[in-house]
C-alpha cells in the first residue's frame, strides 16, 4: 500500500513530463496516499488536484510546483471545489503550491478564500527562485511569514515535523 509519492524537482525542472492523465491514474491507484509530492509538474492543471482532493481521503500534503523558470499551471478552480465541498480533503493539512503564475487573480482569490474556510490548512505560494523567491503560507484567511504560520519557532511538529 504506497502512502508517500514523490517525482520531480523544481530546481532542474524535471517532473515537467508528467501528465495529467498520470496524475489521474496515480490517484485512482493509490487511493491510501498520505503525501504526494510532484515537484517541477509545470504542465499540470486543476483536475490533478481533483483527482487527489476525489480519490485520496487520507491526503494530509500536497505539494504541486511547478519550476521557478517556468510557472505551473493551476488556475484555482480545485481549490475552489475543495472549499466548497468540506468532505473532500477533510484531513489535508498542507498544499504547497509554489511556482504558478502568482499574477493570476483568480488562483490568488481561490487560495485566500479557501484558507478563510479551511482555518488550520495551510497552503504555501510563491516563487522559489534562489534570487528573487519569495514563499508565504495562508492560515486560516491570514498571510504568515516564516515560522509564523506554523505557531512560531518549532510549531513544526503540528504538521508532521516536516
Same mark, same amino acid.
Given at each position: 500500500?504506497? +502512502?508517500?509519492?514523490?517525482?520531480? &524537482? ?69 481549490? &475552489? $471545489?475543495?472549499? $466548497? ?38 497552503? $504555501?505560494?510563491?516563487?522559489?527562485? $534562489? ?26 511538529? +503540528?504538521?508532521?515535523?516536516?
Amino acid at each position: 500500500m504506497l +502512502q508517500d509519492f514523490r517525482s520531480g &524537482d523544481n530546481e532542474t525542472g524535471s517532473g515537467g513530463q508528467l501528465t495529467d492523465a498520470a496524475v489521474i491514474r496515480l490517484a485512482t491507484a493509490y487511493p491510501n496516499l498520505i503525501h504526494a509530492s510532484l515537484d517541477g509538474s509545470k504542465y499540470l492543471i486543476d483536475i490533478s488536484l481533483l483527482a487527489f482532493f476525489n480519490n485520496c481521503p487520507n491526503l494530509r500534503y500536497l505539494v504541486v510546483t511547478g519550476n521557478d523558470k517556468v510557472p505551473g499551471k493551476l488556475k484555482g478552480p480545485a481549490l &475552489d $471545489e475543495l472549499r $466548497e465541498k468540506p468532505d473532500l480533503g477533510r484531513k489535508l493539512e498542507n498544499i504547497r503550491l509554489t511556482d504558478q503564475d502568482i499574477l493570476d487573480k483568480k488562483l490568488e482569490r481561490a487560495i485566500k478564500s479557501l484558507s478563510t474556510s479551511r482555518k488550520i490548512l495551510a497552503i $504555501e505560494v510563491g516563487n522559489t527562485h $534562489e534570487r528573487s523567491g519569495h514563499v508565504t503560507t495562508w492560515v486560516g484567511g491570514k498571510e504568515k511569514m516564516g515560522y509564523q504560520a506554523f505557531g512560531g519557532s518549532g510549531g513544526f511538529s +503540528q504538521f508532521g515535523g516536516w
